[in-house]
Each structure stands twice: as structure tokens, then as C-alpha cells.
């Protein structure tokens, strides 16, 4: 995980955050009650949000809600690439790799 834009830049509301997941890779399944708005820029990925299991592709924008169990997994042969954003307020926002 890259912080983009978070505290550190004086933005008012969100923090913005840049994801890398190589083949065969996943973010950890996990929920939390602050939403996630997610921008798929490279790759195809497996998100798995509140029980359901979709494909995005790059250029796909999706909402996930507070406190749904989700995690992105990367089945392909190539890396997949996200951006996302969640509130300043929520411990994702703070400007620590790995948060």
C-alpha cells in the first residue's frame, strides 16, 4: 500500500491510497464500519464483498460499504493495481505504509 494523498497533505476528508497485488495475491479479508471507494486501474481482480463474489477490471469503480467483509484477490497471470479512498478519520487514513 502507497499513500497518495492522506493527513500528511492537509486533506479535508479522504485519504487516498494506491494498492498493488501480484499474481496470485490477495489483500487480507477483513471489515471495518467506514465505507471504501475503490478505482480498479490495472489487472483483473476477485472482490469478495458481504458474501457475494464479482470480477472487476481496470476502469471498474465500486463502493464498499462499512462493515461488509471484503478482500481482492488476483487469480490472474498478470498484477492488478487499485486505488482507493476512506476517511481520514478511520485508522486506513493514517499516513503508515501497511494501514
Partial sequence: MQMLMGRADATPNFAMRHFVVAPGGHTPRHSHPWEHEVYVTEGVLRTECGGESIEVFAGDALLIPGDATHQ????????????????????????????
Fill in 72 to 99: 481482492f484477490v488476483n487469480e490472474s497471470d498478470a498484477q492488478a493495481r487499485f486505488l482507493c479512498m476512506v476517511p481520514l478519520e478511520s485508522e486506513c487514513g493514517r499516513d503508515v505504509p501497511g494501514s
